[in-house]
Structures are given as structure tokens and as C-alpha cells.
């Protein structure tokens, strides 16, 4: 089996997705061993700390694994059309009553897991729903990825976080 073990996604990938995963090799091609924070999915599941605050017109998310900092854009109503190569891609949001909706496209190719391997294409779609806890010490993740040149079908995913006293540390990756 692969480094991972079985690859529990690779069900939603078209042949053109399947290729790509063919050719991947998890351990030489992970993009963290280039201190890239990867992918959303991956920043969110490997149980580091998240800090998220908000201003008027931005939410920042800030992912202590290799110091990831993402700005979700809240004055737009829509992406622009001309965006910088961002492996995170360019997150609009809004709330939906107590959840913020964050919509992300512009992401570059790469891969959502690295191990054993999801490949992503420069098309994938992202949309994430935190709702805050009536208490306010936890959320609920909630996410959704398309790719209409990967993906036969959309990728779901789900996540519970609750607050922490514990202080972000610096990643500082090095490679």
C-alpha cells in the first residue's frame, strides 16, 4: 500500500486526476518538505493550533503549521479577476447568521492530502462553513471542494475544534 495507507479518496478522482496520482510519489513530491502549507485540508487536520480574528472588512485564519496565514476577504462580493499564485488560493466570505462562508478558487495545482495522495487541479473549488458554538468556545468545520478537471464528483469533509489556552508557536520551517 501507499505511504498513508489506503487512499480512501481517490474515488472521486477523473482518469485526468487518476493520472496525476499515478505519478505522484508522497513521500518525494509532498510539498511541506518545500515548506508549503499544502492545501486547506491539510491545515486543518493536522491538529495544530488555528487562530482566527476579524476585522471589519477581513477574517484572518492563521494556522500555526508553517505559519499559514490566510485572509478572507469580506468587503468582496466577488473573486477578482487577475489574482497572484497563492497556494491557498483567494478566500471571499460571509456570514450565513452564525456561520462564515468562506469561498476560495484560484488555488494553483497541487494536492489536498499528500499521503497517500489526492491531486488538485488549477480549478478546484473551495467552500468552508465554520459555525461558532451558542457557548462560543468551539465550531464546527464543514467543507466542500469541486474540481471539474480532477473530480467526478464534489469531496466533503467535517471537522469539530474547540478553544484553546495554549499559545501559537513559530513553525519556522526551514528545507
Same mark, same amino acid.
Given at each position: ?5 489506503? +487512499? +480512501?479518496?481517490? %474515488?472521486? @478522482?477523473? &482518469? ?5 496520482? #499515478? ?7 509532498? =510539498?511541506? @518538505? +518545500?515548506?508549503?502549507? /499544502?492545501?486547506?485540508?491539510? !491545515? %486543518?487536520?493536522?491538529? $495544530? !493550533?488555528?487562530?482566527?480574528?476579524? &476585522?471589519? $472588512?477581513? /477574517?484572518?485564519?492563521?494556522?500555526? %503549521? ?11 462580493? &466577488?473573486?477578482?479577476? &487577475?489574482? =497572484?499564485?497563492?497556494? @491557498?488560493?483567494?478566500?471571499?466570505? %460571509?456570514?450565513?447568521? #452564525?456561520? !462564515?462562508? /468562506? *469561498? ?6 497541487? /494536492? ?11 480549478? !478546484? ?14 465550531? #464546527?468545520?464543514?467543507?466542500?471542494? $469541486?474540481?471539474? *478537471?480532477?473530480?467526478?464528483?464534489? @469531496? ?13 508557536? #513559530? ?5
Amino acid at each position: 500500500p501507499r505511504l498513508g495507507g489506503p +487512499n +480512501n479518496q481517490a %474515488w472521486v @478522482l477523473s &482518469e485526468a486526476g487518476k493520472a496525476v496520482l #499515478e505519478a505522484y510519489d508522497p513521500v518525494l513530491d509532498d =510539498p511541506s @518538505l +518545500n515548506c508549503s502549507p /499544502v492545501s486547506i485540508v491539510r !491545515l %486543518w487536520g493536522n491538529g $495544530d !493550533l488555528t487562530q482566527i480574528t476579524q &476585522e471589519a $472588512d477581513r /477574517v484572518t485564519i492563521h494556522h500555526e %503549521w508553517m505559519d499559514a496565514k490566510r485572509i478572507v476577504h469580506l468587503e468582496m462580493t &466577488e473573486h477578482p479577476s &487577475e489574482m =497572484p499564485e497563492n497556494v @491557498l488560493g483567494h478566500s471571499i466570505g %460571509w456570514y450565513e447568521g #452564525e456561520t !462564515l462562508v /468562506v *469561498d476560495t478558487i484560484g488555488y494553483p495545482a497541487g /494536492v489536498l492530502h499528500q499521503h497517500p495522495g489526492l491531486p488538485h487541479s488549477d480549478k !478546484l473549488h473551495t467552500v468552508e462553513r465554520l459555525t461558532l458554538s451558542a457557548a462560543g468556545d468551539s465550531f #464546527e468545520l464543514a467543507y466542500t471542494a $469541486d474540481d471539474t *478537471d480532477y473530480f467526478i464528483d464534489q @469531496l466533503t469533509g467535517a471537522r469539530s475544534f474547540a478553544a484553546s489556552d495554549e499559545t501559537m508557536q #513559530e513553525y519556522n520551517c526551514t528545507h
